[in-house]
């Protein structure tokens, strides 16, 4: 499967954005993820959902202030993120794994498909 990520931009600080990562196929049965990678860091797990069901799995640093939806129509999956900060900026991934098991969720290296990455920038 290949992964399309877009919808990175430029915005304040408790500003808001929604990136969408579009799979070239059905996606349904993948553990689709958001990532992110900050300069100097290692790339770190954001949100899921795994295989194909419907509860969301999110990082503590984002839990409340991001969502992770999809829309199986359109092979597409979100991230709305609100209430931005500067700590959030980074460039975003999505992934996507076939096999994985849940407790691999946030293991980047279990997956086996990556989008290019939508660069996010807050500023203070």
């Known amino acids: 499967v290949q992964l399309q990520a877009s919808g990175g931009g430029l915005v304040q600080a408790g500003g808001s954005l929604r990136l969408s990562c579009a799979a070239s196929?059905?996606?349904?049965?993948?553990?689709i993820a958001w990532f992110r990678q900050a300069p100097g860091k290692e790339r770190e797990f954001v949100s899921a959902?795994?295989?194909?069901?419907?509860?969301?799995y999110y990082a503590d640093s984002v839990k409340g202030r991001f969502t992770i939806s999809r829309d199986n129509a359109k092979n597409t999956v979100y991230l709305q993120m609100s209430s931005l900060r500067p700590e959030d900026t980074a460039v975003y991934y999505c992934?996507?794994?076939?096999?994985?098991?849940?407790?691999?969720?946030?293991?980047?290296?279990?997956?086996?498909?990556w989008g290019q990455g939508t660069q996010v920038t807050v500023s203070s």
């Open positions: 992934a996507a794994g076939l096999n994985l098991i849940l407790s691999s969720l946030r293991t980047h290296d279990q997956y086996d498909y």
């Open positions: 196929g059905p996606s349904s049965r993948y553990t």
């Open positions: 959902f795994f295989r194909s069901g419907t509860r969301p």
